[in-house]
Each structure stands twice: as structure tokens, then as C-alpha cells.
């Protein structure tokens, strides 16, 4: 399932720096932990803006939500095209190497109301991993949050070492 979607970035030049590419679970595991999305938009005069969002995966598609009035919406809306990093990087080790994973991607962002709050009770338990009040949680994400659903493509799955 995810391999499919895999393209590794190979750099040239000395082969004691290239990256390995991560294995499906490694990427399941990136997809469902608790790292944050890095999210970057294009803004007006063509620049980049990087958002970092809760999200969730449900095996195809990145969801995340924002308020109405965030920027990075007002972005999306104007220019769809998205650039996605989750990583992980890890304590120094003994070699003086700190290890990371990372999932960069692209995709094209779907924006929608996220009216019962169905998707930011997903998030919000999965982050905050413990009893969501549920109740709570939907009153304030009813008409205040966007869904913003990404499908990644064109993905670049690798790990220092």
C-alpha cells in the first residue's frame, strides 16, 4: 500500500551520505504517531509559509483542521498546491549521530467544513491521548474549522541511517 506511492530521492556523489528509504512500517509509523505536519503554502507574492497542524492519516489521505480565518486556508483557497514534512529525529546516539525519518510529499489540498467536528475529535484524541470530551470538542469545531485533506503524491520517504 504505501510502498506504491514511495519515489526515494537518491543524491549523487558519496554513498556514505545517502539516505535509505523507509520501510512501509516505518512510514505507517510516521503516518499515525504523534510528529507534527509541517505544512507549507504559497502566499501572494509566491513565497513559501510553513503551518505546523495536528493531523491524522486514514491510510490514503492526511487530514488536518484550522479555523476559518487561519492564513494557511486563505493560502490553500488561493493556490491549492501544498508541500507536506513529518519527521522524527532521534536522541544523539554514542556516534554522535541523531538518526531521523522523514516524509515529505506533495499534494493538492481539498478544503471543507468540518461542521460535526468529526475530524478534529479525531485529532484532538489522537494527540492528546486520553478521554476526549467528545461534546466539547464538536461544539467548539462546529462552523468554526476547515478539513483540510491532502493526498499525497510524489512522495520522498528516508532515514539518515
Request: with cysteine.
Amino acid at each position: 500500500m504505501l510502498a506504491a506511492v514511495v519515489r526515494v530521492w537518491v543524491p549523487e556523489g558519496d554513498d556514505d551520505v545517502m539516505p535509505r528509504s523507509l520501510t512501509d512500517d516505518e512510514i505507517g509509523s510516521l503516518l499515525t504517531g504523534d510528529s507534527l505536519l509541517r505544512l507549507a503554502t504559497i502566499d501572494s507574492r509566491g513565497y513559501p509559509c510553513v503551518t505546523p497542524l495536528w493531523f491524522v492519516w486514514d491510510g490514503e489521505a492526511i487530514y488536518a483542521t484550522s479555523k476559518r480565518t487561519a492564513p494557511h486556508l486563505t493560502r490553500l483557497a488561493a493556490d491549492p498546491r501544498a508541500g507536506l514534512l513529518i519527521d522524527r529525529e532521534a536522541h544523539e546516539r554514542l556516534d554522535g549521530e541523531r538518526p531521523n525519518r522523514q516524509y515529505r510529499a506533495v499534494a493538492d489540498a481539498e478544503l471543507s467544513p468540518d461542521d460535526a467536528g468529526t475530524i478534529t475529535c479525531e485529532i484532538t484524541r489522537k494527540y492528546l491521548r486520553g478521554p476526549a470530551e467528545d461534546a466539547m470538542t464538536r461544539r467548539r469545531a462546529s462552523h468554526e474549522r476547515m478539513v483540510i485533506r491532502l493526498v499525497p503524491r510524489e512522495v520522498v520517504a528516508v532515514a539518515s541511517v
